[in-house]
């Protein structure tokens, strides 16, 4: 079965509470998904077990990059008044490495207007 990478912002609660349905909907149709907010190292408790701050990071950084070079698409949700600076570079290494890549946009007021609600880069 395909694995998809879900990119996207994760701050908000709105965010967060997107993105999960946006997996569950993807692994009810069949699809293994990794989640970073739900499947990858999370930073506060990283550092409550004492890591440093840029520790933490790059461990966050190196699973996330591991989990792209895992999957066959990344969906790369584009919502807010810009997309999502850490999403796009995941979607840009996801695409220089030759993924499947998804966008999704479905709030109208973001930066790229003009885009429909989903565009589909092949780089094969």
């Keep these: 079965m395909p694995k998809i990478y879900v990119a996207g912002p994760l701050f908000s609660e709105a965010e967060k509470q997107y993105n999960g349905y946006l997996s569950k ?8 998904t990794f989640l970073p907010q739900r499947d990858g ?44 600076d850490g999403a796009c570079v995941e979607i840009g290494y996801a695409y220089a490495m030759g993924k ?15 885009l429909f609600n989903f565009f589909w880069l092949s780089p094969k």
Excluded: W
């Design 25 to 32: 909907y993807l692994e009810d149709m069949g699809f293994e």
């Design 41 to 84: 190292h999370k930073l506060s408790e990283l550092l409550a077990n004492g890591e440093s701050e840029s520790f933490a990071m790059g461990k966050i950084f190196k699973r996330d990059i591991s989990e792209i070079q895992k999957s066959d698409i990344v969906v790369f949700v584009m919502d807010g008044r810009v997309p999502d």
């Design 100 to 114: 499947e890549c998804i966008g999704l946009k479905t709030d109208p007021r973001t930066l790229m207007s003009r």
